[in-house]
T-cell receptor, first 118, second 112 residues
Framework: GAVVSQHPSWVICKSGTSVKIECRSLDFQATTMFWYRQFPKQSLMLMATSNEGSKATYEQGVEKDKFLINHASLTLSTLTVTSAHPEDSSFYIC??????????????FGEGSWLTVV | DQQVKQNSPSLSVQEGRISILNCDYTNSMFDYFLWYKKYPAEGPTFLISISSIKDKNEDGRFTVFLNKSAKHLSLHIVPSQPGDSAVYFCVQVGGGSEKLVFGKGTKLTVNP
């Protein structure tokens, strides 16, 4: 089946620095990718919808200047956490939709990336 | 307002028995649902889906039932296996933006 790969799986960074997380669709093209974050014991929360070749659409309450999303190609989207702070420590997951669109297409998730800001 | 509710945060069953995970939703405009299974520190894995044109979808040990009038769906796992122990998310697909609305999840524990 379709595979979505995230890198890195684990990252520790110092407060005030930036960190980039990559999301790749390995065997299909994804015009739309999604970025989520999950705090402990909570559900996944959609942060933004990433569209290839255009600006990402952010959910309410998500700072677009802090969480930079770039969807430069049909197989790669990146999330950059800028000026990271300890409260940004979380599990970040991307997903990609296989197919041309519509609710009939399955959405596949990456393995997730643990970010710890110290 | 689009909400997906999984009112049971946890469920424990014996190996070989049936596991039933429930999900309720509020917005009937978007009637395509997905179930995902998630292990700790991993991304969710797609399990099974169902759309409004069906009231049942079966895939091996997994069956999802959709009751549109009650705005309720359930995932049945039979027979349950210890490897099924994970958190299960009920997900409703929003229209247009393909926004996924997640329930809070139900942690299933299958005891040997």
């Amino acid at each position: 089946g379709a595979v979505v790969s995230q890198h890195p799986s684990w990252v520790i960074c110092k407060s005030g620095t930036s960190v980039k997380i990559e999301c790749r669709s390995l065997d299909f093209q994804a015009t739309t990718m999604f970025w989520y974050r999950q705090f402990p014991k909570q559900s996944l929360m959609l942060m933004a919808t990433s569209n290839e070749g255009s600006k990402a659409t952010y959910e309410q309450g998500v700072e677009k200047d802090k969480f930079l999303i770039n969807h430069a190609s049909l197989t790669l989207s990146t999330l950059t956490v800028t000026s990271a702070h300890p409260e940004d420590s979380s599990f970040y997951i991307c997903s990609a939709r296989a197919g041309t669109g519509g609710s009939g297409n399955t959405i596949y998730f990456g393995e997730g990336s643990w970010l710890t800001v110290v | 307002d689009q909400q997906v509710k999984q009112n049971s945060p946890s469920l424990s069953v014996q190996e070989g028995r049936i596991s039933i995970l429930n999900c309720d939703y509020t917005n009937s405009m978007f009637d395509y649902f997905l179930w995902y299974k998630k292990y700790p520190a991993e991304g969710p894995t797609f399990l099974i889906s169902i759309s409004s044109i069906k009231d049942k979808n079966e895939d091996g040990r997994f069956t999802v039932f959709l009751n549109k009038s009650a705005k309720h769906l359930s995932l049945h796992i039979v027979p349950s296996q210890p490897g099924d122990s994970a958190v299960y998310f009920c997900v409703q697909v929003g229209g247009g933006s393909e926004k996924l609305v997640f329930g809070k999840g139900t942690k299933l524990t299958v005891n040997p």
